[in-house]
């Protein structure tokens, strides 16, 4: 991967995730909720396909763990510079990755403890989206904590309006907790985007331009029946990435005292994209 941060900077900026992760906020899926409470029968039929859609979507971490390690890799297929960037790295992405799985498996048991689903049947199905390949075909390493800081805030901002809608409040409980931790996995995205404009100027704005044209949410392109799903559920609340564009339009403004001519080029066509939306 070229054009990497200097490990310093990436150790840095895992170091602020991990205060951010103290032991305190800590919760798991055995104790975290009164799981005899929960009851489907007080969701509507779109807010129990919505708890199915985003089961599917955290329970593909096996994927999304994957891309990391393809991209940055932690062996001898990299020189020594660059293994010292992706060691740094991967003190955050096996630590989030246990904190997305934790987020299927609270999702998963949501749906068996309030009656939705079959424990055995639910493995199954999810199987069968769980096993395609997930990718991001990314070049410059920017791209792929931009792509994520969109996916990120957009995921938080589901999981908030989901809640405010949730007729189960053991549902509300879970998507409480869920997007607490989205919104610290976007707080650690957006300082690695910030650190990337700091360091690197304009070389980063091609890059994050082309996260932003071409930009799809998790599985849009692999799971079946995944748009008119999509457009189904944003009847409860909306699923859309565009509201996080705003976010990264800020991210880029605090990231650097005075934006250049190509910097502010960017924050305009992200605006128009988010615009265009509406
Ligand atoms: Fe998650
Ligand atoms: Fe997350």
Redesign the pocket.
């Known amino acids: 991967m070229q054009q990497l941060l200097d490990p310093a900077d990436v150790a840095e900026a895992v170091d602020g995730f991990m205060a951010a992760t103290s032991a305190a906020r800590a919760w798991d899926v055995e104790t975290a909720f009164d799981w005899t409470a929960a009851d489907a029968g007080r969701l509507t039929e779109g807010q129990r396909s919505a708890v199915q859609f985003v089961t599917i979507i955290?329970d593909h971490l096996p994927g999304y763990f994957d891309v990391y390690h393809r991209s940055f890799p932690v062996d001898d297929t990299v020189d020594p510079a660059e293994f010292e960037h992706n060691r740094e790295l991967y003190h955050f992405t096996v630590r989030w990755a246990a904190?997305?799985d934790t987020?299927a498996r609270a999702l998963a048991r949501y749906q068996r403890a309030s009656g939705m689903a079959n424990r055995d049947l639910l493995r199954g199905e999810l199987a069968a989206e769980g096993r395609k390949r997930f990718d991001l075909p990314y070049e410059h390493p920017v791209q792929f904590f931009a792509y994520a800081l969109v996916q990120e805030k957009a995921?938080q901002i589901y999981y908030q309006h989901l809640r405010e809608v949730s007729g189960d409040p053991v549902l509300g409980a879970v998507l409480t907790r869920?997007a607490r931790?989205?919104a610290r996995h976007f707080t650690f995205m957006a300082d690695m985007v910030g650190r990337y404009l700091r360091a690197q100027g304009d070389a980063a704005v091609e890059p994050i331009r082309d996260v932003i044209a071409a930009f799809r949410m998790p599985l849009a392109d692999t799971m079946r029946g995944y748009w008119r799903w999509a457009l189904k559920i944003a009847d409860v609340a909306s699923y859309d990435h565009t509201g996080a564009y705003e976010h990264l339009i800020k991210v880029i403004d605090r990231a650097v005292d005075a934006k250049s001519d190509r910097l502010t080029e960017l924050t305009g066509f992200i605006g128009e994209c988010g615009a265009l939306a509406r």
């Open positions: 955290e904190e997305e987020h995921t869920l931790d989205e």
